[in-house]
């Protein structure tokens, strides 16, 4: 049973920093691309940042400088370390899991950021 479980988000004031974490289980992690998506309320699901099994990464405009993705694989778990937050960054971040035709999403983690 392939399961992606984020954990990390919260409430967090403005400037302020987080560590999003996803561990994988079930897939082959080693050949999986992984990748951070949010969604905010009335808005569509879009991409944060994401990591090539080989290390290549890939962000956002509107996170590019203030976050870092990472993968370590002999704990199977990508992190989203995000710095310097704003209110717009508020959403529920989704860990994602890609590798050919198959994809796999995570349930979600709230992030909040309002003083």
């Known amino acids: 049973q392939v399961q992606l479980v984020e954990s990390g988000g919260g409430l967090v004031q403005p400037g302020g920093s987080l560590r999003l974490s996803c561990a994988a289980s079930?897939?082959?992690?080693?050949?999986?691309?992984m990748g951070w998506y949010r969604q905010a309320p009335g808005k569509q699901r879009e991409l944060v940042a994401y990591?090539?099994?080989?290390?290549?990464?890939n962000y956002a405009d509107s996170v590019k400088g203030r976050s870092t993705i990472s993968r370590d694989f002999a704990k199977n778990t990508v992190y989203l370390q995000m710095n310097s937050l704003k209110p717009e960054d508020t959403a529920v971040y989704y860990c994602?899991?890609?590798?050919?035709?198959?994809?796999?999403w995570g349930q979600g983690t709230q992030v909040t950021v309002s003083s």
């Open positions: 994602n899991a890609a590798s050919g035709n198959r994809g796999y």
């Open positions: 079930g897939i082959n992690f080693r050949i999986y691309t």
């Open positions: 990591i090539s099994v080989g290390g290549t990464t």
